[in-house]
């Protein structure tokens, strides 16, 4: 469909992967929702590849509706590859993204919705970690893994985010449409927020609620193998945001213990402080090493700030180029029907093969 055609206001984008024999009960409950909202709007629902029933009982419902629209391709991607494609196919102003099931609520999509209108921001993150804000009925593993993962990515990423691995947010359609992004996983969600942070995105969060309506929603999803698959991505792309700030600790503990271990060992050796000293003459050699690490860890840090600044900039770049690309899909979409004469397509074969 053009991209030209009637925008709507609000844009609800759900992945889908396997949820046959719930998928339907869900598909209503978000129907439900957004026929109360009161302003026009589509829903988006993007099958990841579903290997069961998902697909056909999802057809039966949706092809029902002219406002709701299936997405399906027949392999696995990932979350991030799914919410990538309907970001791509989203018209509404605003668009929300969040659990198929709802079980950050329903109200969550008024929510999001209204403090995009009203606070005028680009992306609003609903988190569990504000006052006002919890977890109901998620087993402690999770509730202490969650807890403590956004709490270390908050470091790593800096400013005042408490839930930066969530998927319920919502997006202005300008902001998320001007992020390049590449992720096909989970980790997407990290990072939307390190491109929006570098192009200075207003960032804001609401407090929510997020229940599971038992406890053995996600037991047998991830065994030790799943777990690793979900954790080790996150903490990869949070140490790679944060790796200046980790040679910064690095060089001043590592100049610190070894400044101490020099200076002890030079001590012990004139004034003998310890009954040992004449045997710890290599101390000093000791605090040496450790200093002369510390001045690595300095030079890579000037090397990260360097290659920081660097992405920073092709982030500019790259936002730059998806604006321009949109710009020019727009204005050549009324000339698809027009004959052309020959010069004109071949140039405009070429400029593809240029953006290509």
């Given at each position: 469909m053009s991209s030209n055609s009637a925008v709507a206001e609000i844009t609800?984008?759900?992945?889908?992967?396997?949820?046959?024999?719930?998928?339907?009960?869900?598909?209503?409950?978000?129907?439900?929702?957004?026929?109360?909202l009161g302003v026009s709007w589509e829903y988006i629902l993007v099958d990841d590849g579903s290997t069961d029933a998902s697909l056909e009982e999802a057809k039966a419902l949706i092809g029902r509706h002219t406002q709701c629209r299936l997405i399906h391709y027949p392999v696995n991607r990932g979350r991030g590859y799914a919410l990538r494609q309907g970001f791509a196919a989203a018209r509404g102003k605003y668009i929300i993204t969040t659990e198929?099931?709802?079980?950050?609520g329903g109200q969550i999509i008024q929510s999001l919705y209204d403090r995009l209108v009203l606070d005028g921001c680009d992306v609003v993150v609903a988190s569990?970690?504000?006052?006002?804000?919890?977890?109901?009925?998620?087993?402690?593993?999770?509730?202490?893994?969650?807890?403590?993962?956004?709490l270390f990515m908050r470091w790593c990423f800096g400013g005042n985010l408490t839930m930066l691995s969530g998927?319920?947010?919502?997006?202005?359609?300008?902001?998320?449409?001007?992020?390049?992004?590449?992720?096909?996983?989970?980790?997407?969600?990290l990072?939307?927020?390190?491109?929006?942070?570098?192009?200075?995105?207003?960032?804001?969060?609401?407090?929510?609620t997020i229940r599971w309506p038992d406890k053995s929603r996600g037991k047998g999803r991830r065994g030790a193998g799943?777990?690793?698959?979900?954790?080790?991505?996150?903490?990869?792309s949070s140490f790679n945001h944060s790796s200046t700030k980790l040679l910064i600790w690095g060089t001043m503990?590592?100049?610190?213990?070894?400044?101490?271990?020099?200076?002890?060992?030079?001590?012990?050796?004139?004034?003998?402080?310890?009954?040992?000293?004449?045997?710890?003459?290599?101390?000093?050699?000791?605090?040496?090493?450790?200093?002369?690490?510390?001045?690595?860890?300095?030079?890579?840090?000037g090397m990260s700030l360097q290659l920081s600044s660097l992405a920073k900039s092709i982030t500019h770049v790259q936002s730059l180029l998806e604006q321009l690309q949109r710009s020019e899909s727009t204005d050549s979409e009324p000339r698809q029907h027009a004959p052309e004469p020959s010069h004109t397509g071949r140039k405009h074969r070429v400029s593809q093969t240029l953006r290509l």
């Open positions: 609800v984008i759900t992945p889908m992967y396997n949820e046959a024999g719930s998928i339907q009960a869900n598909i209503r409950r978000i129907l439900d929702v957004m026929s109360g198929s099931d709802l079980s950050w569990t970690y504000l006052p006002g804000g919890r977890l109901e009925n998620v087993p402690a593993s999770r509730r202490w893994l969650s807890s403590f993962g956004n998927m319920t947010r919502g997006y202005r359609r300008e902001a998320i449409k001007s992020l390049h992004l590449e992720t096909d996983h989970k980790e997407i969600h990072e939307i927020i390190a491109k929006a942070q570098a192009l200075g995105l207003r960032i804001v969060e609401i407090p929510a799943g777990m690793a698959r979900f954790i080790l991505p996150h903490l990869i503990i590592l100049f610190s213990l070894g400044m101490g271990l020099a200076v002890f060992g030079v001590l012990n050796k004139l004034f003998m402080i310890t009954p040992e000293g004449y045997r710890m003459a290599n101390i000093v050699t000791y605090g040496l090493v450790l200093m002369l690490m510390a001045g690595l860890c300095a030079l890579f840090c």
